[in-house]
């Protein structure tokens, strides 16, 4: 208990705010197994307001909207992509601009919750067009969704004219269940991959280093990365390629890829609603990321960086465990 409370000092002294310290991992993946910890951790991350609840009733609406294109496809018809590509546009433009107007903008819950305690980069001279919020946005909308979106009508194109195997809910409805339960740990897995990758030499300078001008992240910085880092990014959908699946799948899987980026770097713990109300937003995990670079490459859905010593739990000792490999390795 005393060594929990210097770790919530020392880290008091290095962010405005952060959640309980250590930060844990999906305890599906801790052992021995705890039932009340997995339970809780899958209701929050399932059946409350939270994001990937969001995300699946996005994926419900679009399938409803979209069907009657999906379900006659034979031709790829341009006018479908862009059908797409819009929605993605608007969503994104929605979400991000939508987080960035209340608490950047309005300020609405001032600093509460917030990692750190200043209000985006001050001055511009790393960034595109000389401004954070323009670079980022730039980046996230004329990049990130129009490759998120090409995956996506490609994808569901192939599914509809049957070019890959599909799955419905009517015959597995299990299966079905199981890819959107799945889902976050494959995305944790690839992006794990992917991202030590991007750390190495030349593709971190000419590439990743784009998305780590934003040390002090907001909204608009989740899908902020270069035209070369969204193609690997978003290439985590092609497992659908392989994987029977359904569209609802595949727009589930991009928004856990674009939105939770988005949600995940308002640099916010939580969003205030009313007087008691919170909704989880950022990953102080990803924050971490944002300020040590060399460490916590994946997510918390599924522990790659535990198991590959990269971890990163928030404490003072983890930050000295990093600093020694650092100067063994
Ligand atoms: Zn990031
Ligand atoms: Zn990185």
Avoid at 23 to 32: D, R, T
Avoid at 150 to 156: P, V
Wanted: proline share 3%; charged share 15%; net charge positive.
């Amino acid at each position: 208990m005393a060594e929990v409370k210097t770790a919530q000092k020392q880290a008091r002294s290095e962010w405005h705010y952060h959640p309980d310290l250590p930060i844990g991992n999906n305890p599906l993946f801790e052992f021995p197994w705890s039932a009340r910890k997995i339970i809780a951790y899958h209701r929050d991350y399932w059946l409350t307001l939270s994001e990937v609840s969001f995300f699946l009733i996005l994926a419900l609406a679009g399938w409803y909207f979209h069907q009657s294109i999906i379900t006659t496809g034979s031709e790829f018809s341009f006018g479908f992509a862009a059908q797409i590509y819009v929605r993605n546009l608007l969503i994104t433009i929605v979400v991000a601009g939508g987080l960035h107007y209340a608490l950047y903008a309005r300020k609405a819950q001032d600093k509460e919750t917030k990692y750190i305690a200043a209000f985006l980069h001050r001055g511009g001279g790393k960034f595109t067009f000389g401004n954070q919020l323009y670079d980022n946005m730039f980046f996230s909308l004329a990049s990130g969704v129009t490759i998120w979106s090409a995956y996506e009508a490609g994808l569901i194109w192939l599914l509809s004219t049957n070019k890959i195997a599909t799955l419905s809910f009517g015959d597995a409805p299990i299966w079905f269940a199981a890819i959107l339960l799945v889902t976050g740990i494959w995305i944790a897995f690839h992006f794990y991959i992917v991202h030590r990758l991007l750390h190495w030499g030349v593709l971190y300078d000419w590439v990743h280093s784009l998305h780590h001008r934003n040390v002090n992240v907001g909204p608009w910085s989740g899908i902020s990365m270069h035209p070369i880092e969204h193609m690997l990014y978003f290439s985590s959908l092609l497992i659908h390629l392989v994987i029977p699946s359904h569209p609802i799948h595949i727009m589930f899987h991009g928004y856990m890829l674009a939105l939770s980026a988005v949600i995940g770097h308002t640099g916010f713990h939580e969003l205030l609603v009313g007087k008691s109300r919170r909704i989880a937003l950022g990953h102080f995990h990803h924050q971490l990321h944002h300020r040590y670079f060399e460490c916590n490459y994946g997510s918390v859905d599924f522990p790659m960086d535990v198991w590959f010593g990269t971890f990163h739990d928030g404490t003072s000792e983890a930050k000295n465990r990093l600093k020694k490999r650092f100067r063994s390795g």
